[in-house]
């Protein structure tokens, strides 16, 4: 486990003094203005736009991201949100009246929605722009001055998210610290008042103890092992091809893809068989030559998706060009849960196959595993997936689908234990970036004296008031 190295005098500056301008902003009330908020991120969903051909170019330098996924997966949820919050924070911004109590009567009870304060969000790189700008629109929706530290792993996405944010806020409201461990570091020693993270397991425990300093709350957003069950009354074309869109979109660096399948006995040569026809039928006779598929972020990752390979017997795929970091979308069979793959997240194209007869049986194994951030079960049987839903932990689910409960922005999207802990998107990213204050407001014109002392022979009083109520 790493811990806090001494950062940078220079950028230990200039991050005590970025922190001190936002919470200094913050005291002004400017942000408690809806039209504000609503303002700047109209200005946002422009630049964006305006910028929409420098963010190709940037994920595509990054790790050959196709202008196609750029736009499905970063570009239109980022504006899809920036949406839903012009429509709604009006409305989620305002006090709210809640039932009220007969003990307190005459009273009214309310929820008064309070941003935060100064937040830090912090990305990772494999949805580089999303990652970051999606949890930022939510605080800044909710009211809150934002600091966002990008990847380094992605420098050029890093550098677009810094030049758009420069465009459209003064620092002192919204502003992007770009770096990596050390400027992480520096910034952790800052007293924020919510820390959000995206990234590793081992990270964000590092994010959780430095946020304990000050008991700032903290979302995590984390990774794992997401299981994909495929039962044996699956219907194997459409499980295959949403299996292999899945776990092969990004080049398989995506925080919610399948990291193994789990194959009913009956079906697994078939489902295998039906994956390769997709993965080619997706990428190619040669994968390294389609323009759809991304390559590995960088050096170290694929060292370590490489020694993936020998761990079971390839079926699919395989060819690797280091020069390139290219990995092709791999299929391994006779894999075992003690194989070298099925000890970490595998977070690239390598698709592990373990074969199952006994669905509750796997289940009770897959109890004493960490907690994924997501699950997959393909089957047609209603009680069966029902059975799963209910008898394992995880972040989120599909029934006959992968990694599309994401999308959804009516779902929080965010993992429990090993695999993260809070929400976001849409109404979870406001309230993620929201206290609510419990407010009673009360007339003068009653004060019933039953509550105050001397006590002697009120019990019995209170009793039947209770009992009554
Ligand atoms: P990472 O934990 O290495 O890095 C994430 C961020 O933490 C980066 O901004 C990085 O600069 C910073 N960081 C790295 N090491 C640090 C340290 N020692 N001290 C302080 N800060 C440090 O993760 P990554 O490689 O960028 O992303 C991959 C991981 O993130 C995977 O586990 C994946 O599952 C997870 N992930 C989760 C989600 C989600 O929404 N739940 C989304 C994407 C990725």
Not at 44 to 65: C, G, N, P, S, T
Not at 196 to 214: D, L, N, W
Not at 245 to 265: E, I, S
């Amino acid at each position: 486990m790493e811990t806090l190295q001494e950062p940078l005098l220079e950028t230990a500056n200039h991050i005590v003094e970025i922190v001190a301008r936002q919470k200094a902003f913050f005291k002004t009330y400017k942000t408690l203005d809806i039209s504000f908020r609503l303002q700047k991120l109209k200005d946002l969903q422009k630049a964006i736009l305006r910028h929409e051909e420098a963010i190709f170019q940037a994920l595509e330098k990054d790790f050959r991201k196709s202008t196609f996924e750029t736009f499905a997966t970063e570009i239109a949820l980022i504006l899809d949100e920036i949406k839903i919050m012009l429509e709604n924070v009006k409305l989620w911004a305002k006090p709210q009246a809640v039932r009220g109590s007969w003990l307190l009567f005459p009273s009214a009870s309310y929820l008064y929605p309070e941003p935060y304060g100064t937040v830090l969000v912090i990305g990772a790189w494999n949805y580089p722009l999303q990652l970051t700008l999606l949890p930022a629109i939510g605080a800044i929706a909710a009211g809150n001055t934002v600091i966002i530290k990008p990847s380094e792993l992605s420098a050029n996405t890093s550098a677009i998210i810094k030049t758009i944010v420069a465009e459209v806020f003064d620092p002192a409201h919204v502003c992007v610290i770009e770096g990596g461990v050390n400027e992480t570091q520096a910034l952790l020693k800052e007293r924020f008042d919510k820390i959000f993270f995206t990234g590793s397991t081992a990270v964000g425990k590092i994010v959780a103890k430095a946020a304990a300093e000050y008991l700032t709350p903290v979302t995590l957003e984390l990774g794992g092992k997401s299981p994909c069950i495929v039962d044996e009354d699956a219907d194997l074309e459409v499980t295959a091809r949403r299996i292999v869109w899945g776990k092969f979109v990004n080049a398989g660096q995506t925080c919610v893809a399948p990291d193994y399948v789990l194959a009913h006995r009956k079906i697994r040569s078939m489902l295998i068989l039906k994956m390769s026809k997709y993965i080619t039928e997706f990428y190619g006779e040669n994968p390294q030559n389609s323009p759809d598929y991304p390559r590995i972020i960088n050096q170290r990752h694929f060292e370590r998706l490489k020694k993936y390979l020998s761990s079971g017997k390839i079926v699919k795929g395989g060819q690797i060009d280091e020069q390139e970091r290219f990995i092709a979308p791999t299929i391994l069979d006779d894999v075992t849960w003690e194989s070298e793959v099925m000890q970490e997240e595998i977070f690239g194209p390598i698709l592990p196959v373990i074969e199952f007869s006994d669905l509750e049986k796997l289940i009770e194994e897959l109890q004493y595993k960490e907690k994924p951030l997501a699950c997959y079960y393909f089957g047609k049987t209603e009680n069966k997936q029902e059975y799963v839903l209910e008898h394992l932990a995880f972040g989120g689910a599909c029934i006959n689908d992968t990694v599309m409960h994401t999308a959804n922005p009516n779902l929080p999207f965010g993992g429990v234990g090993n695999s993260g802990q809070g929400g976001y998107h849409g109404k979870f990213s406001f309230d993620t970036f929201t206290h609510y204050k419990s407010v009673v407001k009360k007339p003068f014109w009653l004060d019933v004296p039953l509550r105050y002392p001397p006590y002697k022979g009120k019990l019995n009083l209170l009793r039947s008031v209770i009992k009554w109520i």
